[in-house]
């Protein structure tokens, strides 16, 4: 046991506990055991990089706060194979610049929210980037983890290949979970070559229900568009990626169809994506964001919603299936009550460490919440694994 | 081997049997009258097996329901009567996933079989879980759509089936299985409780129990309906066959096609006896007297294509290939694919029986593990043919056998079981799309350990605690590796090199 470094994020409670930092997993799992048997409450974390996503309910008196990050280092790297495991603490940072190395990524496009964010949370809290639409989520990268369940028992599901349906798919069930179905050490991720190259179209403004036209109907042609997003000060972008032999050709099919305003090269490109996938202008604002995920026909009328709470910084990705939007700090929204009208759920982003965003996820209707409280009952009988924060 | 005693230890008398039946009929009067539950033993007898066609066993009645609220009646009345319950798509299931249990209902879905909603906007389409596989790419093809996982069986297993099985197919590499390609449920619980589970966006609040609930193998839930995401055609598809002297070196041409960081949307091997075998079936024009062939298949922009199966040429060439052959039409390339597709076929007229083993393997162990199943057939005098998922390391080794030789069945299960042990050892899994079924249920313990297990019986303890769904399927009865029945040669285990997990 060793008290760990300040952070920046933490309350001052919290770096007044003492926080676990486990060395491995079989130490992990016996600070859970003897949690159990306690029924001491743990709260993980490793690079807290998403501190402020998911909820954080008022501090329980026995609170115990572990710290994963030392669960970390690359366990094995099989370029040939497509996959990689790693430590749950390893840096994101690391896992790109040695997968860059080979000319393979991580296809869902992590999202890092900030520096430190390790693969872990990445895996627990589920967040994909903008080709998330046409290439999958995290949950579609997770071949297999292991992870210490509410009782200390450290236990592997999946494995370490693409195809494999021994056994329940408990590994995409922990994915997203806010690490309240069990304590994640380690990682298997499909890889992808990364595309040699990538554009960005920026296409003449619209009115809103054109744009949301052309979005769906670009989402349905054959070109390889990985990226489809709208900002209203800037209309409908689109990203290819793929050869520098390949691409041209389907600039120029798209280009046929509708009005292209600009053409972003390769470095410029990536910039604009990933400052999308970071949500950065948003989060660097002050206010209240949210993240509504939806039917990507439904934006418009989501947005109209917005519009009539005086929510008018927002902006669209994944061909219309996400909305990030920035309510000004004095305006109380009610996101969860606007997502249930478009068939959307919300998120809301927490606003400081202090801030407990009770409202932070969204409420299940009765029967799925049993559904979902017989899962985590299985996994956590004690309830002790960060309890509240997936919204459940 | 008795296989009644491997669906389960339940068995009753002849009196008891039929006074369930007659308990059944009385909790199920609509369904008694309107022809939907069969009780007598000639329409149960199309009932004794799935495609695993070595173990039988005739259920005591099979429930034929058209609507998700008759699933719902039929959940209730078993649960009250306590008959367990064995879900059915088309029987196809090559683990006896289906397998009825001797005191058991057999609940098949083939009646719900309509093709509720298509939405190409949001690019879904809602199915009941009795719809055909294939069907679903027939009601999208006309608007140039189609559905991914593409499981040889695809004229004959249902959806519902392939949302059990986690089903794939020979794109799984590049598009995945289906649990990749879903988007949501509706379920009826072992309470007969009707839930949804996810819609057409992308993602959905709570855990993703959609996850789960795919590939359950009908322990956790009756699937009454799925919503799945169409893919739009490519714009151009095209195929590659390529010939080696050795499995090996095509092996070898697959790692390289990866490395090049290309990502096909199939790849897969044949062995010498594969090929010779399809060619006298069905004569789709594959060379003779090679020792392997691979074929390669490119989809998407025509310019991405054009690129990429030039780099593709190469690296065969380079990995030693003897001969090559394009297929850039539709007809071509589907002349390619018919041997493959033909392949389980064409064995049944080389041996009387065969017995399909699946498990996958990182593909870097290709040769080793090859080198080792050629070893084990000389072992065990049983000939083995190979057809590989290549791209996605899935393997399908064929034991050759004859069911009416006595023993030789036995000898196949033993030797697919050595087969599915070694997988397990280089790093791989049991099964990669056939399920575990009652077949590999004993060996889950070479690949899980006790705490692994537990977990995963306690999640299905909390849905569905009387064990009334599919009792006996993929969990062990005892847990022990069988590690007894390891052939072992000058005191060495196979691959004493590798770690074991
Ligand atoms: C010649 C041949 C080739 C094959 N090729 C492939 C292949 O390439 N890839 C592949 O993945 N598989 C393949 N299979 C295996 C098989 O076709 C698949 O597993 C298929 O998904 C089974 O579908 P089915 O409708 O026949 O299901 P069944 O065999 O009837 O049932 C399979 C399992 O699903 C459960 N089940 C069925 N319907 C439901 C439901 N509605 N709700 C809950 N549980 C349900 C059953 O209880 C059982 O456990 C092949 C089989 C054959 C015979």
């Known amino acids: ?392 | 081997m008795d296989s009644t005693e491997r669906a389960g230890p339940h068995s009753m008398g002849r009196h008891q049997r039929e006074s369930t039946r007659k308990a059944l009929r009385k909790a199920l009067p609509d369904l008694a009258r309107s022809g939907q539950l069969l009780l007598s033993d000639e329409e149960l007898a199309v009932y004794e097996c799935d495609g695993l066609a070595a173990y039988r066993q005739a259920p005591i009645a099979v429930a034929l329901p058209a609507t998700t609220q008759q699933v719902q009646s039929v959940v209730i009345a078993c649960g009250q009567l306590a008959v367990p319950i064995v879900p059915w798509g088309a029987g196809t299931g090559l683990s006896g996933g289906a397998l009825a249990v001797a005191d058991g209902l057999v609940l098949s879905l083939a009646r719900m079989n309509r093709i509720l909603h298509i939405d190409y906007d949001h690019r879904c389409v809602t199915v009941e879980p009795g719809v055909t596989n294939l069907a679903v790419t027939h009601a999208v093809a006309g608007e140039g759509y189609y559905y991914a996982p593409d499981p040889s069986s695809q004229i004959a297993c249902t959806v519902g089936g392939n949302v059990a099985e986690n089903s794939g197919g020979v794109h799984c590499l590049k598009y995945g299985t289906t649990t990749n390609n879903l988007l949501g449920l509706q379920l009826v619980l072992s309470d007969g409780e009707i839930v949804e589970l996810g819609g057409p966006a992308l993602e959905r609040s709570g855990f993703d129990l959609l996850a789960l609930f795919t590939g359950s193998e009908g322990l956790l839930g009756i699937i009454t309906q799925a919503t799945l995401r169409i893919l739009r055609t490519p714009e151009s598809s095209q195929a590659m066959m390529a010939a080696f002297d050795s499995v090996e070196a095509a092996g070898g041409a697959v790692a390289s096609v990866i490395g090049s960081g290309i990502v096909p949307a199939g790849m897969e091997i044949m062995d010498r006896l594969s090929i010779e075998a399809v060619e006298d079936f069905i004569g789709c024009g594959y060379p003779r007297g090679v020792a392997a062939l691979l074929l390669v298949e490119i989809d998407g922009p025509s310019s991405e294509v054009a690129a990429q199966i030039e780099a593709v040429e190469q690296c065969l060439r380079d990995a030693g290939a003897t001969q090559l052959t394009h297929a850039t039409t539709t007809e071509a390339r589907q002349k390619l694919w018919a041997g493959r597709k033909a392949a389980f076929p064409a064995m049944g007229r080389v041996s009387p029986d065969y017995y399909c083993m699946d498990g996958t393997i990182p593909r870097g162990q290709l040769s080793a593990v090859l080198g080792r199943i050629e070893e084990l057939s000389q072992i065990f005098g049983l000939q083995v043919a190979n057809v590989f998922h290549a791209g996605d390391g899935n393997l399908h080794p064929l034991v050759l056998y004859d069911g009416n030789k006595s023993g030789d069945l036995e000898k196949a299960e033993e030797l697919g079981a050595e087969i599915l042990k070694l997988c397990v050892a280089v790093g791989g899994v049991l099964s990669g799309e056939h399920g575990i079924g009652v077949e590999k249920r004993d060996l889950m313990p070479c690949m899980f350990t006790d705490d692994d297990l537990d977990l995963q019986e306690e999640i299905r303890d909390t849905f569905d605690p009387d064990h009334l769904l599919n009792p006996g399927k993929v969990y062990p009865q005892l847990r022990l590796c069988a590690e007894g029945r390891t052939h072992v040669h000058g005191g060495q285990r196979p691959f004493p090199e590798l770690d074991r997990f």
């Open chain 1, 1 to 392: 046991m060793e008290a760990s470094a300040r952070s920046p994020n933490w309350t001052a409670s919290e770096v007044a506990n003492q926080i676990l930092r486990p060395q491995d997993a079989s130490q992990l799992a016996g600070f859970v055991k003897e949690a159990a048997q306690k029924q001491t409450v743990l709260t993980t974390r490793a690079g807290n990089s998403k501190w402020d996503l998911g909820c954080r309910g008022s501090k329980q008196p026995t609170e115990q706060v572990i710290s994963l990050d030392a669960l970390s280092g690359i366990v094995s790297y099989e370029p040939g194979e497509l996959v990689l495991v790693v430590g749950a603490g390893t840096p994101l940072r690391q896992i790109e610049q040695l997968l860059s190395d080979e000319g393979q990524h991580l296809a869902f496009e992590p999202v890092h929210w900030r520096d430190t964010a390790t693969a872990g949370g990445t895996v627990a809290v589920g967040l994909a980037g903008p080709r998330r639409f046409r290439a999958g989520g995290v949950r579609d990268f997770v071949l297999g983890l292991q992870f210490v369940d509410g009782q200390g028992r450290l236990v592997r599901t999946g494995g370490r290949v693409v195809k494999n349906v021994t056994g329940f798919d408990l590994w995409r069930g922990l994915t997203g979970s806010f690490g309240s179905l069990g304590l994640i050490t380690e990682i298997c991720f499909k890889l992808w070559p990364r595309p040699q190259t990538q554009r960005t179209l920026l296409l003449a403004r619209q009115d809103l229900e054109t744009a949301r036209r052309v979005m769906l109907e670009l989402a349905q042609r054959p070109e390889d568009l990985t990226g489809i997003a709208f900002a209203p000060h800037r209309g409908v972008s689109l990203r290819l990626e793929g050869s520098d032999r390949g691409l041209q050709p389907q600039i120029d099919a798209i280009a046929r169809d509708v009005d292209v305003e600009e053409e972003l090269p390769q470095i410029e490109s990536a910039n604009f994506w990933s400052q999308l996938r970071e949500v950065e202008a948003l989060r660097q604002s002050s206010g209240r964001v949210w993240r509504f995920v939806l039917p990507a026909g439904h934006w418009v009328a989501l947005v109209h919603d917005l519009q009539a709470a005086q929510v008018d910084d927002y902006f669209v990705d994944w061909g219309g299936g996400l909305v990030w939007a920035l309510a000004p700090p004095e305006q109380t929204l009610d996101g969860h009550r606007i997502a249930e009208r478009h068939g959307a759920i919300a998120w809301r982003v927490a606003t400081s460490p202090d801030d407990p965003n009770e409202l932070g996820m969204p409420s299940l209707e009765p029967g799925l919440k049993r559904l979902n409280q017989r899962l985590r009952t299985a996994c956590d009988p004690g309830g002790i694994l960060n309890p509240g924060r997936s919204g459940l």
